[in-house]
T-cell receptor
Framework: DTGVSQDPRHKITKRGQNVTFRCDPISEHNRLYWYRQTLGQGPEFLTYFQNEAQLEKSRLLSDRFSAERPKGSFSTLEIQRTEQGDSAMYLC??????????????FGNGTRLTVT | GENVEQHPSTLSVQEGDSAVIKCTYSDSASNYFPWYKQELGKRPQLIIDIRSNVGEKKDQRIAVTLNKTAKHFSLHITETQPEDSAVYFCAASKGVSSASKIIFGSGTRLSIRP
């Protein structure tokens, strides 16, 4: 178990550009979550998957954001036409839903996005 | 939707004293309440969690209490040590249902004074 890994660790982009982040969850975990965290705030829910199905997407998320988990393993988060307000740490987490209980979330180290 | 409020936002205690962080939640269907610790520049890590079928859980110097009627839960750290300095987040979710996203509070920055 190598934990949740995210790539890249840091991304600097110019406003208007598209960016894509990748998350590899813990291998046996069937749930995968994306959160955004800004300085001094708690993780803000963006979306989550159970296997390949996207079960919920935050109403606060604009249509510039899209996430996929095509084979139920790794996931990608794409932000189109980035804005300075998108600058944040993007955290991925995974968990195992087994029976009626969801295991605790295990977070990755995050991708820090800076939009200039 | 679910909302989780946390206070205080900052807390400073003398080493060896106790620290208490409190959270309230809005959705009475919430049944799972984890606490995460985040050290500077690192990922949030689970330190303790509680389900709604129990009122209290303890793990060494850390304990969590839950009051379902009042919809609030608290983290208690006893005999605080310098390594307890970090940001602590409470969270809530419905756990079992299809809408089981986990919603976090805004965090408490705990500082332990030597």
């Amino acid at each position: 178990d190598t934990g949740v890994s995210q790539d890249p660790r840091h991304k600097i982009t110019k406003r208007g550009q598209n960016v894509t982040f990748r998350c590899d969850p813990i291998s046996e975990h069937n749930r995968l979550y994306w959160y955004r965290q800004t300085l001094g705030q708690g993780p803000e829910f963006l979306t989550y998957f159970q296997n390949e199905a996207q079960l919920e997407k935050s109403r606060l998320l604009s249509d510039r954001f899209s996430a996929e988990r095509p084979k139920g393993s790794f996931s990608t988060l794409e932000i189109q036409r980035t804005e300075q307000g998108d600058s944040a740490m993007y955290l991925c987490a995974s968990s195992l839903l087994s029976g009626v209980y969801n295991s605790p979330l295990h977070f990755g180290n995050g991708t820090r996005l800076t939009v200039t | 939707g679910e909302n989780v409020e946390q206070h205080p936002s900052t807390l400073s205690v003398q080493e060896g004293d106790s620290a208490v962080i409190k959270c309230t939640y809005s959705d009475s269907a919430s049944n799972y309440f984890p606490w995460y610790k985040q050290e500077l520049g690192k990922r949030p890590q689970l330190i303790i969690d509680i389900r709604s079928n129990v009122g209290e859980k303890k793990d060494q110097r850390i304990a969590v209490t839950l009051n379902k009627t009042a919809k609030h839960f608290s983290l208690h750290i006893t005999e605080t040590q310098p390594e307890d300095s970090a940001v602590y987040f409470c969270a809530a979710s419905k756990g079992v249902s299809s809408a089981s996203k986990i919603i976090f509070g805004s965090g408490t920055r705990l500082s332990i004074r030597p």
